[in-house]
């Protein structure tokens, strides 16, 4: 008599970071391993240290009998049929990637895919601070910006399965915008992820004589953690790249509640480090360019699930 | 023994008209009726002109008795209590209507209540160009412009039963937007509705010296229609109007598609009779600010039914 298998594979498939985990029904973490994703120039290279990475971890839980299936969030990953489809922050993800029919194949599996920030709202949903809303969205600030909404207890995949790229809409209209690597200018993404913040803080910086912290650092080596830590410290020109950041996050919030009024707005992601630095301006941008209807109504929160376990669960829970 | 009432009271509640229909459970209009909705300082003047607009409708159907429910759409209608909320467009809709109570009171069946977009919405749904779709989104472009949205089959109403305000997505931000009646500036709805066409025939009129057949009229006696017309007899200024209309349309629609990748978009109300001079910039804007992996996805198209009865016909679907 077959037993049911007791674990599944979670993946989170960042632009830095590929980080799997091997997870029970109750949501525990048991393995978790990780490589970088930039590292490896295609799809096979990766596909094959991804497999190096996962050996040990499936024999450390008694082998691939023991797992029903993998689930995976990744950067453009289309639920519907399973492929990577020109995810502009993966080195080798310009073209088509056959990504579920790839590790099926390999680990002898079922394996489900969706985006990455799908991933972090299907994880809210189930182990977070979403777990009793039915109309929410999940905003991840990482190395770029991706979103997973919630609209009536169901995860949105829209027509194609390509719904929820909240990163790339127009933040910033016309020649001024910044070039954002999915061939647009102006994107949300080249603003408010922290690769965004680090940018700004390059611009601001030169465009001033201000004293700051930031200035110890080479330019093209700050990161938004150093932005993070500068602002902790009181540094004003740090203050202000939060400031101009979390501002254009809550006009673009104001929009998109004008489309789908969820209860909450979940950001989760490195970015989310920064507090009330970030947060402060987004609610107050967030109310200032809300319909009157819509003032004060939607909750402006941050993931209390640990970064990564977050992604990994979530990619898992598409597994069960 | 009781028999099914075979008849429902449909509404659609616009800022110019509001129109009554009583409609069979097949989709057939039996009794059409209609009253000025500015003509009226409070809404109970407007609810007592209704009444009396609705009485002789009724009669000639048998009486009230062979009336089931009555469904509605109206400016910032709540599905979810049933009252109009802070509508900007409704002379006597500033604060909180208590819509479907007052009507359940005086006519002793049913009211039902939704925004007037999303009337329309399940008109096209019901009987429209939507009938196959389970993801679309419909706009529609009268006196505002107001929208539908449709995801996975069902109607978006959100937390709050707000969801779908896409007249209210910023358009043009900063201190050059126009302001709108919401409270905001730049709003897509001061830009692309009817009155915002007329507002750009006057703005591009006082800007240039080129001849228009469009000087033959008062700047301030300018309606779209008027542009429309300029426009078919080929125009040059009419049609830079539909330009530049249709390209703002087509930029946000390009944003909305990130948001939930809906099949199609369909376009309601009296802007559409432009045709393709309107549509073909929606279409060119739509492509050249869409993501690779969106474009040329997305149907654009007009709603093949005629305006005022998809509205009705989409209310009165409510009430069955």
New interface residues.
Partial sequence: MATEKPYVIGLDLGGTNSVFGIVDAEGKILELGKIKTGAYETFNEWLDASLECLKPMIEKVGGINNIKAMGAGAP?GNFYNGTI??APNLKWGKGLVPFAKAFSEKLGIPCYLTNDANAAALGEMKYGTARAM??FIVITLGTGVGSG?V??G?M???????????G???A??GKNGRQCG???TGCLETYCSATGVARTAREILKKSDEPSLLRKLKPEEITSLDVSIAAGKGDKIAKEIFQFTGTLLG?ML???T??????AYIFFGGLTKAGDLLMNPIKEAYDK?C????KG??KILVSELPDADAAVLGASALAW
Same sequence: chains 1, 2.
Wanted: glycine share 8%.
């Fill in positions: 453009n489809e020109f039915k109309d909404i609209i009536n169901k949105v995949y829209g027509c194609d399965g390509f719904a929820g790229e909240l790339h809409v127009i910033v209209r999915c061939g647009a006009e104001a929009d998109f004008k489309f789908s009024s969820p209860e360019n319909m009157p209807i819509f109504k939607a």
